[in-house]
């Protein structure tokens, strides 16, 4: 148990070093746009993009196939893409799978999840019936 214990552990740490954390990513950014980017110093795994779609403030990881990847992506910090530069960073985690059970099952699902707009920072005084 132990061996298997610390292989998943040198798993996960392998995992982390192929992988930076983006930051100061503009809202108009899509992750097509930010793995083009990063497609450029090495193969791309995985890009998840995450935060408020429309703050400025959002973030990203981004796994390589390989840590060589990973350290040539920290060279495109300071790169502008929209309006502002990226900050780019080692990670200090692993992008987390998706979660299976939170995606929608059927159809309805689907078509609800379409449907459904989040809405931030709405005053208390709003009624139900106002929005």
Not at 38 to 58: A, E, H, Y
């Amino acid at each position: 148990r132990r061996v298997n214990s610390r292989t998943s552990q040198a798993q996960r740490d392998e995992v982390i070093r192929r992988t930076v954390y983006v930051s100061d990513i503009d809202h108009q950014v899509t992750e097509e746009q930010l793995a083009a980017l990063f497609i450029n110093v090495g193969q791309v795994v995985d890009c998840r993009m995450c935060g408020d779609p429309n703050s400025v403030l959002r973030f990203a990881f981004i796994e390589f196939t390989d840590e060589e990847g990973a350290r040539a992506a920290l060279n495109l910090s300071g790169t502008v893409l929209g309006y502002y530069p990226v900050r780019v960073l080692p990670s200090k985690t692993a992008i987390a799978p998706v979660n299976p059970t939170f995606l929608p099952r059927s159809d309805d699902e689907r078509e609800m999840c379409a449907r459904t707009i989040y809405c931030t920072n709405i005053d208390k005084k709003v009624s139900l019936r106002q929005m």
